[in-house]
């Protein structure tokens, strides 16, 4: 399945205008700010883009960032305007065309950005196999992914990877798609639907069980959508299965709660984040305005206490 994937987004797929479905589409409304930074991303590089969220995470600015299946680069060079030149941003991929693409117009954005060096590179790798890279534990602040943890065969090992190499309080912060039953084996064996993202998808409580599994103890829902189905002869397949496009926080804090507890805490939100000053989404559950004293559980707590947030926070009891 490797194979086949690596021939649909290297040769099948020459742009986004070639899926099948909306599965590897974003549709989600852009910050200004986003805006502009992908006004400067160069058009062959956002033309070959097949993400299905919106991974910018907060306070990115000197931050190291690794995309984890990073396709033509045009997440890596968004994020690369927003961690900054003291940032760095690496993207991994198996697919030798969207690599070339990428590298091809690294010197064309840095001279856009206005740095004086590239604060960005890609390697060729699996994203179940991290190690290869010679990627050192503990070494990334931010791990995203954009709609490519549902094409690879062994998504244990991807979490595990990810796990592995970021630093305590880290986060990696991912859209994906997602069903609410398990596929079987005939459809996981389609080429076509794997490769809209859709027949590799995780059912949604195999997911949590696995985030849990590896270290991910409180995975956080930050948005979702349900996905639709344009195309009538895959809508066929699969109209037994509803897909879902979801984006995730999963921080590494050992010793979390199975659940959020409540303690009786609280947390004052100093409106101080950039883009962010009015209120913070955190996740789906837990949006909080600031300058209110926010009631949060023990886990979300720790989220905020024991990571890049704690300054922009007050936190009570």
Known sequence: MKDAVKEYYGK?????????????CTDTAMPDFVKQGLSKIHAEVAGRYYGCG??????LQGMRILDLGSGSGRDCFLLSQLVGEQGY????DMTDEQ????????????????????????????????DELGLADNSFDIIISNCVINLSPDKEAVLREAYRILKPGGEIYFSDVYSDR??????????????????????????????????????????????????????KCIDHVNFFS????????????????????????????????????????????????????????????????????????
Request: with cysteine; proline share 6%.
């Open 12 to 24: 099948v797929l020459q742009s986004s205008e070639d899926l099948k479905t909306d599965a590897c």
């Open 54 to 59: 919106l991974v910018m995470p907060e306070l």
């Open 89 to 92: 941003v690496l993207g991994v």
């Open 99 to 130: 690599l070339a693409v990428a590298n091809k117009y690294i010197d064309y954005h840095m001279e856009q950005f206005g740095f004086s060096r590239p604060n960005i590179e890609f390697k060729k790798g699996y994203i179940e196999h991290l």
């Open 182 to 235: 398990r596929i079987s084996k005939e459809l996981a064996a389609d080429p076509v639907l794997y490769g809209e993202c859709l027949s590799g998808a995780l059912y949604w409580n195999d997911f949590y069980n696995l985030a849990k599994q590896v270290g991910f103890l409180d995975p956080r829902l930050v948005e979702d959508r349900p996905l639709t189905i344009d195309n009538d002869e895959v809508a």
């Open 246 to 317: 979801p984006t995730y926080r999963l921080f590494k804090l050992p010793d979390l709660e199975p659940h959020g507890e409540n303690y009786g805490q609280a947390v004052i939100y100093k409106g101080t984040i950039p883009h962010h000053e009015c209120q913070l989404q955190f996740d789906k559950q837990n949006v909080i305005k600031a300058g209110a004293t926010f009631p949060v559980s023990g886990n979300t707590f720790r989220m905020l206490s024991e990571t890049r947030f704690a300054e922009y926070f007050e936190f009570l009891g």
